[in-house]
Nanobody, 123 residues
Framework: VQLQASGGGLVQAGASLRLTCAAS??????????MGWFRQAPGKEREFVAA????????YYADSVKGRFTVSRDNAKNTVYLQMNSLKPEDTAVYYC???????????????WGQGTLVTVSS
């Protein structure tokens, strides 16, 4: 299973970004798996950001991003997205996507990790 996150960059506080995580793998059926987003700020531990169920029917978020971030997916494109609005300097981190069980993703129980993408928010 390969997961590749992209879409990061340098933005000013208050701006928006959309991150993309593209999944691939010969035996990996993307539409069967719940997905999560995580982030790791410099000098800090990796933290959970958001999770979405395999069919996109439900999702949940860390309190720190609730109301500003939205996770979605397109199973036809094997892709999960993270729309980030009203970005704050404290959102600066490397963002990762991962595959795991929906209710366990908040505990970082991830079966496959993707490569990250850096988001930098300037004040």
């Amino acid at each position: 299973v390969q997961l590749q996150a992209s879409g990061g960059g340098l933005v000013q506080a208050g701006a928006s970004l959309r991150l993309t995580c593209a999944a691939s793998g010969r035996t990996f059926t993307f539409s069967s798996y719940d997905m999560g987003w995580f982030r790791q700020a410099p000098g800090k531990e990796r933290e959970f950001v958001a999770a979405i169920k395999w069919n996109g029917g439900s999702s949940y978020y860390a309190d720190s991003v609730k109301g500003r971030f939205t996770v979605s997916r397109d199973n036809a494109k094997n892709t999960v997205y993270l729309q980030m609005n009203s970005l704050k300097p404290e959102d600066t981190a490397v963002y990762y996507c991962g595959v795991g069980s929906y209710s366990d993703l908040r505990y970082h129980k991830v079966n496959y990790w993707g490569q990250g993408t850096l988001v930098t928010v300037s004040s």
